[in-house]
């Protein structure tokens, strides 16, 4: 251990003089136990830090073949190891400049023991969560209904809120967020999605009740709708689909529902759509009308995102492709997207990456980053930077 005097005898030797420094002068020396492989270092920012003061937790997730994520209670962190040329100290009990007290009058030394030293530590960058596996691992055991007298449903690949926790590399809100966007429910304690055929007969049945009642499709009551349908379906499978294409409100203390014309025009859209490689775009445009609820419009906005049109084509075709159904990561959905077709008009790419944006980030940036752009008969239109194999 260095004394006054010693550590005075460097400061002169260095050049420093010692009223330009604090009082208090630490003196570091390893301890007999020092080791560089028993801690590990994180940088975190402001809001991860008031996170873990307010006693709040962070999660490791991830399964053994993914790379590994960070989550807090509403965000999720990419995690990278990040190397520095400076060595990394562990040192209980140093006291940083603005930790130090000056009330004494001369110059002491304070001692401090080193316990572990690193050149590496944990850096967090705040990512997308990586949410596609939801809805694969829900499709395991779609709910296709009641079972039928005499049959057993099968128990396997059912997952409870925790199961998701554990599988799944986002965080709880994010995970409840996703959750409701495709339209899954919780049956005996399990998250399920319902197989889409059965969706769409829930759908029919309520829009049927509604066209016989002669109802406004802004004001369908729930309490009637259950008791009129409660025979032929669960009416938890009733209010449920309540829930996906309308929006609950209350008037006079009793529930009505305002059915989402874009939702419920979409729906019939895709059963039409999953029958078929490529539709003549005016023949479908025509099914479609025929086939939704007397008194709602179609428009080819309410496809954004899982229908693709090719105005190129004589006739004009429309086929499926939904968003969900494409890679996560940005450069294979680029990759993906431009495999499908060569060249993209800005309108009909955008549907298809905007959930790639981070924040502050806009599909334009991405294009400019994965794509290049060029004019075709007046219209600009972007293709891949690099060759694409097909």
Not at 109 to 121: D, L, P
Not at 150 to 160: A, D, K, L, P, S
Not at 302 to 317: G, H, N
Not at 323 to 341: M, S
């Amino acid at each position: 251990m260095r004394t006054l005097e010693e550590v005075q005898a460097t400061l002169e030797i260095a050049k420093l003089k010692e009223e330009d420094l604090q009082k208090t002068m630490q003196c570091l020396s390893f301890g007999e136990t020092v080791t560089s492989g028993d801690y590990c270092l994180m940088e975190l920012d402001d809001t991860l830090c008031k996170h873990i003061e307010a006693g709040q937790s962070l999660v490791i997730r991830g399964d053994k073949e993914e790379r590994t994520v960070l989550c807090s209670g509403d965000k999720t962190y990419d995690l990278k190891i990040a190397d520095t040329s400076n060595l990394l100290l562990l040192v209980p009990g140093c006291k940083t400049p603005d930790q130090l007290t000056n009330s004494q009058d001369s110059s002491h030394v304070a001692r401090a023991q080193i316990w572990g030293f690193t050149n590496s530590y944990w850096e967090l960058r705040k990512q997308r969560p990586k949410l596609k596996k939801l809805k694969k691992l829900l499709m395991e055991n779609a709910y296709e209904g009641p079972s039928i007298a005499g049959q057993e449903e099968v128990t396997e690949n059912r997952y409870t809120m925790q199961d998701l926790l554990e599988r799944i590399q986002a965080s709880e809100e994010e995970i409840k967020t996703q959750l409701e966007t495709i339209n899954a429910c919780q049956i005996d304690g399990y998250w399920r999605m319902l197989e889409f055929d059965y969706e769409i007969k829930l759908l029919g049945h309520i829009t049927q009740l509604v066209d016989s009642e002669s109802w406004s499709f802004n004001k369908v009551p729930l309490e009637t709708s259950l008791e009129e349908l409660g025979p032929l379906e669960p009416k938890e499978m009733i209010e449920h689909c309540l829930n996906c294409y309308g929006k609950r409100y209350m008037e006079n203390d009793k529930v009505f529902y305002a059915l989402h014309e874009d939702k419920v025009c979409r729906a019939i859209a895709l059963l039409l759509l999953q029958n078929a490689v490529k539709f003549n775009l005016r023949e479908f445009q025509e099914v479609w009308q025929q086939s939704v609820p007397d008194g709602m419009s179609t428009r080819l906005d309410q496809l954004k995102s899982v229908a693709l049109l090719d105005q190129t084509s004589r006739p004009e075709t429309i086929c499926l492709l939904r968003v969900e159904d494409l890679p996560e990561d940005t450069l294979e959905r680029f990759n993906h997207l431009f495999t499908l077709r060569e060249k993209w008009t800005e309108d009909d790419i955008t549907p298809y990456i905007q959930d790639l944006c981070g924040e502050k980030q806009t599909t334009g940036a991405l294009l400019t980053k994965y794509a290049r752009s060029s004019m075709q008969n007046g219209i600009k239109v972007f293709n891949s930077r690099r060759p694409v194999a097909t």
